[in-house]
């Protein structure tokens, strides 16, 4: 007997994606950073079973006494390759390239100091990192971009005071991510590597938002207020125009109209929202509250909280969706020795399928493929 199996085409962030229909899907993967340990671990989730392993561990670092911090992570438009941000050099931090096929290290490059976030433009083949600088002075960072094929770095953005969560924009045009302590949200222009534009995310108007980058003193800038809003995430819809930002100190979720440039509105969340994603139908926001261990999702167009879920240990980190819709990946830090964890939530029945243990400190998440 021969069995005809659907396939489907469809566009997430840019990246046309092959597969097997929806009700075939059963295997997930995904790649996560246990910060603490020094290892990437590739993440196996099947959905017949409900349960999920860790299908391997890669050591990463060149120094076995020393921690360096493996922290953020992508995987290329065709999904031959996944990079790993180290974020603990001396003084400077790494972007790391590997193979998905075998796992193993193929080039790196030095970056800024602590780079953190990033994401790949399937458009250009560039990686913008967040230098998030956590260990040196209270001053303006950097946005480095690298080619993924040649890992070259090619640019270094001036931009805001911790800056993170970097995420590219559905057109590929476009990059955005926050400024931690100066309360704002950067438009970066994907292809001339520049500072479009940039909004303030409290109350008072954005003081940059007309002001020509090209001619700020970026060294010499300083702090003029204490920050509220503290973001620490950003996500643009991949139809519609607007941004979600998590508000970190302020305990909400900020929606952004990049073509207004202006806050358009604002949810009020349980403590410490860290990072979200939006789902690649553009109807849910999943978010992980790091203040209280815990996720929720959101109705995006009721602007309501579907679901509160705990998770199984304290300081919920990151959060990778599947690109059918059907399932959420979140990263769980733990504290001090205790392991960390991924967590799988289904986001059809709002409910927690399984626990994975993890690395110390599970960090940086992104998902791989489904088959």
């Known amino acids: 007997m021969i069995i005809k199996r659907a396939f489907w085409t469809t566009v997430v962030g840019g990246i046309l994606l092959f597969g097997i229909s929806d009700s075939y899907a059963q295997n997930y993967y995904a790649y996560v950073a246990a910060e603490s340990e020094d290892q990437v671990h590739l993440i196996h989730f099947n959905s017949k079973t409900g349960e999920g392993t860790i299908a391997e561990t890669i050591d990463v670092g060149t120094w076995p006494q020393e921690n360096e911090g493996p922290h953020g992570v992508t995987v290329s438009a065709d999904g031959k390759y996944w990079f790993v941000t180290i974020a603990h ?7 790391w390239k590997y193979s998905t096929e075998t796992n193993e290290v193929l080039d790196s490059v030095e970056l800024g100091m602590f780079p953190a976030s990033m994401d790949y433009n399937p458009s250009t083949g560039m990686i913008y990192v967040v230098n998030f600088n956590l260990h040196g002075d209270m001053e303006p960072s950097t946005l480095s971009v690298v080619d993924s094929e040649t890992m070259m770095r090619l640019a270094d953005v001036p931009v805001g005071i911790m800056p993170h969560g970097t995420r590219v924009g559905a057109s590929g045009n476009v990059a955005y991510h926050v400024s931690m302590m100066t309360d704002e949200l950067y438009e970066i222009d994907a292809r001339k590597l520049e500072v ?16 020509d980058h090209s001619e700020m003193d970026h060294e010499n800038m300083e702090m003029n207020h204490s920050p509220v809003e503290k973001p620490t995430w950003a996500d643009p819809h991949p139809t519609k125009p607007l941004v979600y930002v998590a508000g970190n100190g302020s305990n909400e979720i900020i929606e952004v109209n990049t073509e207004k440039w202006e806050i358009t509105r604002r ?13 690649h139908d553009g109807k849910l926001l999943v978010v992980t509250y790091k203040g209280e261990g815990a996720v929720g999702i959101w109705d995006l167009e ?70």
């Open 89 to 95: 050099g001396m003084p400077y931090g790494q972007l």
């Open 302 to 371: 009721k602007g309501e909280e579907l679901a509160y879920i705990r998770n199984s240990r304290k300081v919920t980190h990151g959060v990778a969706i599947t690109s059918d819709n059907k399932y959420a990946f979140i990263s769980v830090e733990g504290i001090g020795g205790e392991p960390g964890a991924v967590e799988i939530i289904d986001l059809q029945t709002l409910k927690r399928l399984d626990v994975i243990q993890t690395g110390k400190q599970a960090g940086g998440i992104v998902f791989w493929k489904q088959n």
């Open 267 to 279: 949810f009020d969340t349980p403590k410490g929202p860290y990072n979200l994603e939006v789902s």
């Open 196 to 211: 479009k534009r940039t909004l303030k995310l409290g109350e008072g108007e954005s003081m940059h938002a007309t002001m």
